[in-house]
């Protein structure tokens, strides 16, 4: 579903400097109903500023955005909205159930209290103040007021940072009856592993662009790429010209990395080409790594 009827929230064009880093660098992002959109990118991307303009709390230096419509400021697009933020600041005396009280107080039509409880998993720590939880447990009493409202979209900024592995489960359990309820949910992460269980749609982000777009499957092909290593007297030049070759970079003492999705049909060539190749390593390309790919190579900006 596309286009300025359908789309929840959006991002057209929008720059953001703060002072001599520029967070965001013509972006384009758009939320469609009925789906969770994961945005992907290394510290330092601009995930947090993109969902800062979308809810109004920084304003684009140039572009556009829109929430419902409206202006994010607009109080009547405000209140179709639930956020989880990395950084929050919340009154440490209260209990957990009296934080969730008062934030569902804010919206029209919130689900019963005990609903909330129950669907962040925090049945455990709803009596206990909020100065006296852990630092995973505050984040799942935010997570709880995140959604007490019944929020038709939903921002999530690194929500399972700190978590175990059981809260994670219960969150992510959560998230995925939420979409299957209809609603939108925008996930920000550095967590490829995350996106892969609860995505519908992938954007990667780098540098304060978007880099590559996609389904979880297209995803996962961009970042399920190869790196071979080895020392060859072929210069890199005429590897990176190989069909199967997406970068090729030369290193010292006639090093020379490869990153490829095929690389046995690389590391045959390579026999066939220098008998005297020595050092060769056949390795899975990383996270920090495929990003890094993604963002050199141009070509590769429209994976959808």
Known sequence: MNGMDTALARLSGVRKRFGEVQALDGLDLEVRPGELLAV????????????????????????????????????????????MMQEVALPDALKVRELVAMTRAYYPAPPPLADTIAR?????????????????????????????????????????TGLDVTSRETMWATLRAL?????????????????????????VMAKGRRVAEGTVGEMRALVSRKRVECV???????????????????????QVSIVTTDAEAVVRKLLAADPKLSELEVRRAGLSEAFAELTAEPSLETAA
């Open 40 to 83: 992907l990118g290394p510290n330092g991307a601009g995930k947090t500023t993109a969902i800062a303009l979308m809810l109004g709390l920084q304003q684009p230096d140039a572009g556009q955005a829109l929430l419902f419509g409206r202006s994010p400021r607009d109080l009547r697009a405000r209140r179709g909205i639930g956020v």
């Open 120 to 160: 962040a998993g925090i049945e455990k720590i709803a009596e206990r103040p909020y100065a006296k939880l852990s630092g995973g447990q505050k984040r799942q009493a935010q997570f709880a007021l995140a959604i007490c409202g019944g929020p038709r979209l939903l921002f999530l900024d690194e929500p399972t």
């Open 179 to 203: 979409v299957a309820g209809g609603a939108a949910i925008v996930l920000t992460t550095h967590y490829i592993e995350e996106a892969q269980a609860l995505a519908d749609r992938v954007l």
């Open 232 to 254: 060859t007297a072929l210069p890199a030049e005429a590897i990176a010209a190989w069909p199967e070759v997406a970068a090729a970079t030369p290193g010292d003492n006639r």
